[in-house]
T-cell receptor, first 113, second 114 residues
Framework: NAGVTQTPKFQVLKTGQSMTLQCAQD?????MSWYRQDPGMGLRLIHY???????DQGEVPNGYNVSRSTTEDFPLRLLSAAPSQTSVYFC????????????FGDGTRLSIL | AQSVTQPDIHITVSEGASLELRCNYS??????LFWYVQSPGQGLQLLLK??????LVQGIKGFEAEFKRSQSSFNLRKPSVHWSDAAEYFC????????????FGRGTSLIVHP
């Protein structure tokens, strides 16, 4: 089925470890973005991309890196995990080059010990 | 700061009753506004969006929202709620002339009683 696929669904890390959250979409959408969702808060934008080779920072980019080598994939890297990065992470995509997130993945639940 | 506010953390309605979820925005220029629904353990699903034009916007699942510039509001409505509508609802928006970084409200949890 067409959509946004995130892996893994769950992950537990130790402080200082690094990891990559994967996001792939098969709708040929130009726009992809990463959000984090914390209890009692709405989503906050981490990084976004308007096409392959183009990325930019969102509201809360510190501690995260992204790259966009293909239209389909937009991985999010945690360089050195911190407990403050414990959250649920969502990847989203949309058609066009403005941020109108239309399709979301089911999320990655990340715990940092 | 430009933002979106959802004043109600929880709303409880009876099945079959009408629903209105509130959303207020503070953008200087004409905003782009959205409503999303999130079921437990799922990602967000776009219900509807407003960019310009007709201030009454129809969405999926029988939802509609009305943009009222005079009240800085974009409230979500449904005439008759079904038990399956129980979920978390998020309002979001950004300034049409700005950085295109959307701001999300904190969400309203809808509880539906049988």
């Amino acid at each position: 089925n067409a959509g946004v696929t995130q892996t893994p669904k769950f992950q537990v890390l130790k402080t200082g470890q690094s990891m990559t959250l994967q996001c792939a979409q098969d709708m040929n959408h130009e726009y992809m973005s990463w959000y984090r969702q914390d209890p009692g808060m709405g989503l906050r934008l981490i990084h976004y991309s308007v096409g392959a080779g183009i990325t930019d920072q969102g509201e809360v980019p510190n501690g995260y890196n992204v790259s966009r080598s293909t239209t389909e994939d937009f991985p999010l890297r945690l360089l050195s995990a911190a407990p403050s990065q414990t959250s649920v992470y969502f990847c989203a995509s949309s058609r066009g080059q403005t941020n109108q997130p239309q399709h979301f993945g089911d999320g990655t639940r990340l715990s940092i010990l | 700061a430009q933002s979106v506010t959802q004043p109600d953390i929880h709303i409880t309605v009876s099945e079959g009753a009408s629903l209105e979820l509130r959303c207020n925005y503070s953008y200087g220029a004409t905003p782009y506004l959205f409503w999303y629904v999130q079921s437990p353990g799922q990602g967000l699903q776009l219900l509807l969006k407003y960019f310009s034009g007709d201030t009454l916007v129809q969405g999926i699942k029988g939802f509609e929202a009305e943009f009222k510039r005079s009240q800085s509001s974009f409230n979500l409505r449904k005439p008759s709620v079904h038990w399956s509508d129980a979920a978390e609802y998020f309002c979001a928006g950004y300034n049409s002339g700005g950085s295109y970084i959307p701001t999300f409200g904190r969400g309203t949890s809808l509880i539906v009683h049988p």
